[in-house]
Structures are given as C-alpha cells and as structure tokens.
C-alpha cells in the first residue's frame, strides 16, 4: 500500500510570505503528526491530528498552524515566514507497534526562505 | 537541555568496520526505544525496536539498552557504504517521542 505522500517535495518563499504543505497519511491511518527538521535543532515536533482533532501540540509560535481533513488527509501552514523557518518538514503517521507508537515518514516537504 | 542526547558526527569508517552509535536519555519513564535511519532527501525510517533493556540483533544490526545508565546503542557490522545516511535514535514512555539529533554516518569504500 502506498506510504506517506508529501506535496510539494521542495519550495523556495520569501520573508513574509506563507505557505502551506500537505500530507496524505498511509490509507485507513487516522493519526497525522507534523516535524520539523533543521541541523541545529533535529526534528522538532510541531503537532499531531487524529481524526480532524488537534490531539498534541508542540512548542512553536502561532505562525504555525495545522489541520486535518475527513479524510485523514493533512495541511501545515505557516505564516509570515522568516528565515529560520527554513527546514524540512516531515509528515508522519502513526502505527501501534508492541506498545508504543512506531511513526512512519513521508520524504518531506523542504522550504526554503530567502 | 533535550530528553534524547545524540551526537551529531560526522562519523566516517571504511567498509567493512564496525559502527557504533550512541545515545543518552535523561526520562526515567522511556521504555521504548528506537532506531531510525535517513537517507539523503528521504524521510525517516524505523531500522530497530526494543522495548526495556537487552540486545535486539537484525542481521548486521544490534541495538542496545542500558537503563540502568540510560545508553543506547547501535551497532552495525561489516559497514557497507549502502549504510551512509544520518541514524536517530528515539525513546518514549507513552507519550510522543522523543528524537536525539542523528549522527551522520559515512561509509568509504
């Protein structure tokens, strides 16, 4: 079955600018959880959506924002874009391992802001 | 300071040696700890699971956990370059978890 699709894989933006990146989790996944990865701080959890309902959230400003469709399909927004902003964002569903939580990844939405 | 520490490398070995990655956690309530290895322009993915302390070996892979230190480790034999990417290690009790930053990982022919 197919994995976890990230559109679009990579997009350049400038200061102030928005953007918003999708996510379709694996079929029949209803939990989707939003990460961002930079160099200097490693994946950062943004956060997770289970059943069009916000379930976690991470430590990140209000520029960033997220939802989740009837589908389970997911969207991240970010506002007013700075250049720290710049990394890549990842995409994960969630699977019931022998216990705890096993997250299954997309490749990733990478921004760019100049 | 962050729950999962992992040092960012690079390491480099030659094909053939053993690699030896490293990670501490602080969270006395991890129980639950992970490999996951990423490729250039790819995503994470999930290499080794362990639950509590021991040794988990899958093929040249072993994981294992020390949590009477808080250590876990990841060793990979008879390196290939196939085996360059970036490993991050994760623990969690029963809440999200929690990533070490990786530590990348060069195999030189």
């Known amino acids: 079955k197919a994995g976890v699709t990230q559109t679009p894989r990579y997009l350049i933006k400038t200061r102030g600018q928005q953007v918003t990146l999708s996510c379709s989790p694996i079929s029949g996944h209803r939990s989707v959880s939003w990460y961002q990865q930079t160099p200097g701080q490693g994946l950062q959890f943004l956060f997770e959506y289970f059943s069009e309902t916000q379930r976690n959230k991470g430590n990140f400003p209000g520029r960033f924002s997220g939802r989740q469709f009837s589908n389970s399909r997911s969207e991240m927004n970010v506002s007013t874009l700075e250049l720290g902003d710049s990394a890549l964002y990842l995409c994960?569903?969630?699977?019931?391992?022998?216990?705890?939580?096993?997250?299954?990844f997309g490749a990733g939405s990478r921004l760019t802001v100049l | 300071q962050k729950e999962v520490e992992q040092d960012p490398g690079p390491l480099s070995v030659p094909e053939g040696a053993i690699v030896s990655l490293n990670c501490t956690y602080s969270?006395?309530?991890?129980?639950?700890f992970m490999w996951y290895r990423q490729y250039s322009r790819k995503g994470p993915e999930l290499l080794m699971y362990?639950?509590?302390?021991g040794n988990k070996e899958d093929g040249r892979f072993t994981a294992q956990v020390d949590k009477s230190s808080k250590y876990i480790s990841l060793f990979i034999r008879d390196s290939q370059p196939s085996d360059s990417a970036t490993y991050l290690c994760?623990?969690?009790?029963?809440?999200?978890?929690?990533f070490g930053a990786g530590t990348q990982v060069v195999v030189t022919p």
């Open positions: 994960a569903t969630t699977t019931v391992g022998a216990g705890a939580n096993v997250l299954t």
């Open positions: 362990t639950y509590s302390s």
């Open positions: 969270n006395s309530a991890f129980q639950y």
């Open positions: 994760a623990s969690t009790g029963w809440g999200k978890l929690q």
